[in-house]
């Protein structure tokens, strides 16, 4: 294992897209930014210099940071922001883990400039012989996103202001740029070289914020073998669904005739209440064709491809092999429901009186102002309270015409669970205003996702279905509109946990919380100390 040295400069760079060239947050001027690479069992240090007007932090999403919860890096959860002038160094160890995982931004929405690729080599074996299937001849990372013309704080602030919808982005990204079938961006563009007979790996990751998309390349299947850092039962599909935090490796041959193939992102929504203006493009060339040749072209799946999403997420297995097996939890202490729902409360400063909110089983978070990590570990009173409701206060019915979640509260709530309890988590959606699915993501933990299904959960009849051999594993999940998903995990990772929707409008409008989980007995099974140059608030 060896020691990883990372420095991220956060600086401001103009940046030309769709014609028009604004200043944008990035990392040393990238956008994307850099890949961190590194091997499982590295020792990961990266030193964040803040050299912007905004406040900053970095989270390494997926990164199970046991015992290291102070370099996880949500704002205001684990860690006060570092501001302008200052820095922080995360420092982790990469255990348990390989795979493709991404670092992000984690403070206000600057998330849409500032992400880049976290590349997890697996450990070095004699003889070397990397992964459950077979070693792909070039690895490749892409990164979906969504660019906006306007300032994307502008954007927030906006619909903060006005109570409403923020504005959908201009267009979507694959390695940063639209592609050659946007008007405006015809010259720019990624190209995947491909040799004839060759295998690649691509990585996918999206960073986009408020988009879940498809992802499909002309004339070729994708065959999936991971997901979120975690192996999966191979399967080959035209489709890729990938959520906002979710990352997914496909093995892709290139076995077709030499020539051009359109590469496709496109917008899913179960139920489309925005126009699908931005599909973005990149292209597969194959080395010795001319650039001049023309491009097989591919259609993507509507917006409201609902039955290619539930296909593709139905077919995702574990690969649970004696080298990587499945440990989900056969017995649960704790187990929750909780609604997901976007409401409407009061607002005395919005044009309309009313502004949108999101909750989980009616709570809408409301950020502290100390990090909830240090109060926790400090005990420091008057932070956060531990009386998150495991259930939906008031009886819930999604077929139901009247809401019964309406009207939220506000709190900064948590949830506490004693070190290695066994978890279950089922999530319901109740989407009355915007049916869509939620992508929840949970920090410091991978989890199963047992189990899934259509209209209310009953939990009577539908755990008798649930996967507790192969479940897929991962660390962010859909939740489909109008239904429901569980999960379960072991809560052997001492500290304070966010929990969110990963579109990232819903976690502005409250749709997250946190779980605290204490130190276990012995001292391997504790919290570490605070790093000397923790920021504070
Ligand atoms: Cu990828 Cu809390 O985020």
Request: include cysteine.
């Amino acid at each position: 294992c060896r020691i990883r040295h990372y420095k991220f400069n956060v600086v401001m760079k103009n940046t030309t897209r769709l014609c028009q060239t604004k200043p944008i947050v990035t990392i040393n001027g990238q956008f994307p930014g850099p890949t961190v690479y590194a091997r499982e069992g590295d020792n990961v240090l990266v030193k964040v210099v803040n050299r912007v007007k905004y406040n900053v932090t970095i989270h390494w999403h997926g990164i199970r940071q046991l015992r290291t919860g102070w370099a996880d890096g949500p704002a205001y959860i684990t860690q006060c922001p570092i501001r302008p002038g200052h820095q922080y160094i995360y420092n982790f160890t990469i255990t348990g883990q390989r795979g493709t995982l991404l670092w992000h931004a984690h403070v206000l929405w600057l998330r849409a400039t500032v992400h880049g690729a976290i590349v997890i080599l697996p450990k070095f074996q004699v003889p070397y012989n990397p992964y459950p299937f077979p070693t792909p001849d070039k690895e490749v990372v892409v990164i979906l996103g969504e660019w906006w013309k306007s300032d994307v704080e502008a954007v927030i602030n906006e619909a903060l202001k006005s109570g409403l919808a923020p504005n959908v982005s201009d267009a979507h990204t694959i390695n940063g740029h639209p592609g050659p079938l946007t008007s405006c961006s015809s010259s720019q563009g990624f190209t995947l070289k491909v040799e004839r007979g060759k295998t690649y790996m691509l990585r996918l990751i999206n960073a986009a914020l408020n988009e879940e998309l498809f992802f499909k390349v002309a004339g070729h299947l994708l065959t999936v073998v991971e997901v979120d850092a975690t192996y999966t039962k191979p399967f080959k599909t035209e489709t890729v669904l990938i959520a906002p935090g979710q990352t997914t490796n496909v093995l892709l041959t290139a076995d077709r005739r030499l020539g051009r193939y359109l590469v496709a992102a496109s917008t899913f929504m179960d139920s489309p209440i925005t126009v699908d203006n931005n599909t973005a493009t990149a292209i597969l060339h194959y080395s010795g064709s001319l650039s001049t040749s023309p491009t097989a072209l591919t259609a993507p799946p509507p917006l409201n491809a609902t039955p290619v999403a539930t296909n593709f997420t139905t077919a995702l297995r574990s690969l649970n092999s004696n080298k990587y097996p499945a440990s989900v939890p056969l017995t649960v202490g704790h187990s929750l429901l909780f609604t997901i729902g976007l409401g409407v409360n009061p607002c005395s400063t919005c044009p309309n009186g009313s502004r949108v909110v999101a909750d989980i089983n009616n709570v809408s978070f409301v950020m502290p102002t100390t990090a909830l990590l240090q109060a926790h570990y400090f005990n420091i009173s008057g932070v956060f309270t531990d009386d998150f409701p495991g259930n939906p206060p008031i009886a819930f019915n999604y077929t139901g015409s009247l809401p019964t979640n309406f009207q939220t509260m506000n709190g900064t709530r948590l949830y506490r669970l004693a070190y290695n309890s066994r978890v279950q988590v089922v999530f319901q959606d109740t989407g009355f205003i915007a049916p869509e699915n939620h992508p929840i993501h949970l920090h410091g933990f991978n989890f199963f996702a047992i189990g899934r299904g259509l209209g209310n959960f009953n939990s009577k009849t539908d755990p008798a279905n649930f996967n507790l051999i192969d479940p897929v594993e991962r660390n962010t999940v859909g939740v489909p509109s109008g239904g429901w998903t569980a999960i379960r995990f072991r809560a052997d990772n001492p500290g304070v946990w966010f929990l969110h929707c990963h579109l990232e409008v819903h976690t502005t409008w409250g749709l997250k919380m946190a779980f605290v989980v204490d130190n276990g007995k012995s001292s391997n099974e504790s919290l570490l100390p605070p790093p000397s140059d923790l920021p504070t608030c």
